[in-house]
Nanobody, 125 residues
Framework: VQLQASGGGLVQFGGSLTLSCTASEDLTYYNIAWFRQAPGKEREFVAA????????WYADSVKGRFTVSRDNAKNTVYLQMNNLKPEDTAVYYC????????????????????WGQGTEVTVSS
């Protein structure tokens, strides 16, 4: 599967932004995740969910502010980001795995075999 991330941009502190990740095929049977990499830092887990929508996981740093969702008809998943902070500034990546990822491993980037190109989010203070 090919993934195309989009929707990044410049937003003010406290603002909102929605990222999109459009796939070349139906993601129902995939595990999907969002990761981000801030300047000078390692890539980190943001959120993940099963393609069937039954389970979702969030990093503590974004819980309550970010929400994942999907539109099956468009083969697209979304990351709605609210109440953005400067520390959310990063390049955001969507990733997918066709193989089932056990619950305890969803935060590991090596579990995901397909990656989008990344979209940059900058939050100004």
């Amino acid at each position: 599967v090919q993934l195309q991330a989009s929707g990044g941009g410049l937003v003010q502190f406290g603002g909102s932004l929605t990222l999109s990740c459009t796939a070349s095929e139906d993601l129902t049977y995939y595990n999907i995740a969002w990761f981000r990499q801030a300047p000078g830092k390692e890539r980190e887990f943001v959120a993940a969910f099963r393609g069937n929508g039954l389970n979702t996981w969030y990093a503590d740093s974004v819980k309550g502010r970010f929400t994942v969702s999907r539109d099956n008809a468009k083969n697209t998943v979304y990351l709605q980001m609210n109440n953005l902070k400067p520390e959310d500034t990063a390049v955001y990546y969507c990733a997918a795995s066709r193989q089932r990822v056990i619950n305890t491993a969803v935060r590991r980037e090596d579990m995901y075999h397909y990656w989008g190109q990344g979209t940059e989010v900058t939050v100004s203070s």
